[in-house]
């Protein structure tokens, strides 16, 4: 396999998401951090990513980080954010579709003719109202991407967290003896 990467001269990339992505994320995991609050992290960091702008998403983030505080891993989102940039140049469409059907505005014509009126400044109206059309489709559906993220992550982080943690006890796990041990201990005595 390293030969066909060698040959195609994948290696670099595969090198680069492994510095990139795959070290930061066992980092994060091997720090014994709550599968919830990873979960919830990483749904918030693919929600605010997917904001139909580009170059907005990390301000985005970094304002949900400072209102979410400690209830969010602030490299966790911010990795998240990071990771999902390519599916939000390829869901403009759809958000800015939604947005259209949501007000029953006209459809933003995406052809050559439409490129020529935008690099010529002739089309400002028409795409202000397309951002503005992008904002709501991406405003009604976030609640629901979030949620629906959330709860697929939440026993993904679960599983990977157990794996991956250094066995450092998180800050919210109960240490006292459960029943079961109390009472092995009674009978021993």
Not at 73 to 89: K, Q, S
Not at 103 to 114: E, I, K
Request: charged share 15%; hydrophobic share 50%; aromatic share 12%.
């Amino acid at each position: 396999m390293a030969d066909l990467l060698r040959w195609s001269g994948l290696q670099g990339i595969g090198s680069w998401l492994n510095k990139k992505v795959v070290e930061p994320f066992v980092e994060i995991l091997s720090r014994g951090a709550e599968p919830k609050q990873l979960a919830f992290s990483t749904a918030l960091g693919f929600t605010c990513g997917l904001f139909p702008i580009v170059g907005v998403t990390m301000f985005l983030s970094a304002l949900a980080i400072a209102v979410f505080g400690s209830s969010v891993n602030a490299p966790t989102l911010m990795l998240a954010n990071f990771v999902i940039t390519p599916v939000e140049i390829s869901l403009m469409i759809v958000f800015l579709r939604f947005g259209e059907y949501l007000t029953g505005g006209a459809h933003f014509p995406l052809t050559s003719d439409a490129l020529k009126k935008v690099l010529t400044g002739k089309a400002s109206s028409e795409i202000l109202l397309s951002i503005v059309h992008a904002i709501l489709g991406w405003l009604v559906m976030s609640p629901f991407i979030l949620g629906v993220l959330y709860f697929i992550f939440v026993p993904c982080f679960t599983v990977l967290v157990r794996r991956f943690s250094s066995g450092v006890s998180s800050p919210k796990k109960n240490d006292s003896p459960s029943y079961t041990e109390v009472m092995l201990k009674v009978r021993e005595v």
